[in-house]
């Protein structure tokens, strides 16, 4: 069975520097990793994913992750985080081409310092 | 631009109460699953369907919760009777996969349970 960690629970960085969440999947087979932004109360919302190819992803709202198999990791990054990326972040890991349920990692909370 | 619905929003009911939610998929996803997650930590699948038919319910706990998708359409999870452990966000997901097409699953906005 598949399984996500994220080590950091919570990570505070100041607007406008950089950011990088942590990500470490466990899987047998080629996996279909995703990251999830949701802000408090609300839903899933998708920032980007991997199913093959360049392993350097581009996402919406500036984010980047990227899938280094040898190191089962697909961490999430951004040059410069704004207050409104305060929110909590979910890595997921899919099988089945994405038709599977996911399985996800507990979030890590990211906080932003003005 | 199209959602996944689901209602209600918030939900407060009592021990040993019945209580359902509803999700309207969007338009033309087959597959159609039910996540709980619990305060604190990321969701857990519960039910999958494809089409009317699930395809994987091992999470979901059978004595108290139950999940149908008659017409393939939209969907209705009920738990009866609730427990206190049940307080959690029901998150709906919708996807459309097709053979040899990688695709990716579109997320509710929840509905907040709350047992008392």
């Known amino acids: 069975a598949q399984s996500v960690t994220q080590p950091d629970i919570h990570i505070t960085v100041s607007e406008g520097a950089s950011l990088e969440l942590r990500c470490n999947y466990s899987?047998?087979?080629?996996?279909?990793l995703f990251w999830y932004v949701q802000s408090p109360g609300q839903g899933l919302q998708l920032l980007l994913k991997?199913?093959?190819?360049?392993?350097l992803v581009q996402g919406i709202k500036g984010f980047e992750a990227e899938f280094k198999r040898s190191q089962s990791s697909f961490n999430l990054r951004k040059p410069s985080v704004h207050w409104s990326d305060a929110a909590e972040y979910f890595c997921?890991?899919?099988?089945?081409?994405?038709?599977?349920?996911?399985?996800f990692g507990k979030g890590t909370h990211l906080i932003i310092q003005p | 631009e199209a959602e996944v619905a689901q209602s209600p929003r918030y939900k407060i009911t009592e021990k040993s109460q019945a209580v359902a939610f509803w999700c309207d998929p969007i338009?033309?996803?087959?597959?159609l699953y039910w996540y709980r997650q619990i305060l604190g930590q990321g969701p857990e699948l519960l039910v999958q369907?494809?089409?009317?038919?699930?395809?994987?319910d091992s999470q979901l706990p059978k004595d108290r919760f139950s999940a149908e998708r008659l017409k393939g359409v939209d969907s209705t999870l009920k738990i009866q009777p609730a427990e206190l452990g049940d307080s959690a966000m029901y998150l709906c997901?919708?996807?459309?996969?097709?053979?040899?097409?990688?695709?990716?699953?579109?997320f509710g906005q929840g509905t907040r349970l709350t047992v008392v």
């Open positions: 997901a919708s996807s459309s996969p097709k053979q040899g097409v990688n695709t990716e699953a579109f």
């Open positions: 899987y047998g087979a080629t996996p279909y």
């Open positions: 991997y199913f093959s190819g360049d392993t």
């Open positions: 997921a890991v899919g099988t089945g081409g994405g038709a599977d349920g996911l399985t």
């Open positions: 338009s033309g996803h087959a597959t």
């Open positions: 369907f494809q089409d009317e038919s699930v395809v994987d």
